[in-house]
């Protein structure tokens, strides 16, 4: 029986390491169509399926685990004797440099730890993370990418709406009991609002929750991060977003105090200029950055 080509050996081979299309797109800096197509003509060849999808994961079938075996082997054996031929030689393994700009780590920490994974994951392509708080201080001139907070048309931007923010009151555990406890958005007038712009999203959510508020004094910080610390520590109710705070929010750290949430003046975005979105690497990146958040590709 012929053997299928060798690239999709290791087309298979890059998707069951990151087990993900968008990821291996990425990595081979290729479109996901042209994954997905690969690993389509791979199964039709053998006859047999590779993967199944678990959520947004995909994972390998005992078949698809006996084949990765081999492959990856395969694939260490052909990169060895590459390797040994070119000793000496200036030529090396071709790596694709992202640099990527993303706002403080408190507000995408739902994005930090599948970034760590897949660069710890993938073999060619090596992320650099810059910061920039908004999308006026991205630098441009070295970011490929960026994930910022805000509201477009940014001229000369290309953009996607990456995570739709739903503002909720989060506090320390301790502000469910005693005296002070929040029981009803009322009691809110009891306790400093925290926030990190001039107040209005702070403003635009008691209007929601059907509420003018008086009483303590409200305490800006210009990075979200130590708003959340200072809700953390008992100092004050800040907003945040359910996924944005998941980790504090499922570990105890955080709490909801009240149900009610209302929808952000600002949401979250993966944007690029239009000259970079040609680029198949940098189109798939993002495409693996949308599959990250939940959103679909494009």
Not at 17 to 30: K, M, N
Not at 128 to 137: D, E, K, L, S, Y
């Amino acid at each position: 029986m012929a053997l299928p080509p060798l690239h999709n050996f290791k087309v298979f081979e890059s998707v069951a390491r990151l087990g993900s299309l968008v990821a291996a797109a990425v990595e081979l800096h290729v479109t996901v169509g042209a994954v997905s197509q690969q690993v389509k003509a791979l199964q039709a060849s053998l006859g047999v399926e590779l993967f199944e999808k678990r959520g947004r994961q995909l994972v390998l079938t005992a078949k698809g685990r006996q084949l990765q075996k081999h492959v990856a082997n395969a694939m260490s054996e052909i990169s060895d004797g590459v390797a040994a031929v070119q000793m000496g030689s200036v030529t090396a393994q071709e790596v694709i440099g992202i640099t990527l700009s993303i706002p403080t780590a408190e507000s995408v920490e739902w994005l930090t730890t599948p970034l760590l994974r897949f660069m710890e994951a993938s073999r060619s392509v090596r992320v650099n993370v810059i910061t920039a708080p908004g999308m006026p201080q991205v630098d441009w001139r070295r970011a490929d990418v960026a994930v910022v907070y805000g509201s477009p048309p940014w001229p000369g931007i290309w953009w996607r709406l990456l995570h739709g923010i739903h503002m909720t009151p989060v506090c320390s555990p301790q502000y469910l009991r005693g005296p002070k406890a929040i029981r009803e958005v009322s009691d809110l007038a009891r306790h400093r609002l925290l926030h990190e712009d001039n107040g209005r999203q702070w403003q635009q959510w008691l209007v929601d929750a059907g509420f003018s508020r008086l009483g303590e004094e409200d305490i800006y910080f210009e990075d979200f991060g130590m708003v959340l610390q200072a809700a953390r520590d008992g100092f004050g109710v800040a907003l945040s977003d359910e996924l944005v705070s998941a980790r504090d929010l499922d570990e105890g750290r955080l709490v909801r105090p009240l149900p009610i949430t209302v929808p952000a003046l600002h949401n979250y975005y993966v944007a690029c200029s239009e000259a970079a979105r040609e680029r198949p690497e940098i189109r798939a990146f993002i495409d693996w950055i949308l599959s990250t958040a939940g959103q679909p590709d494009q």
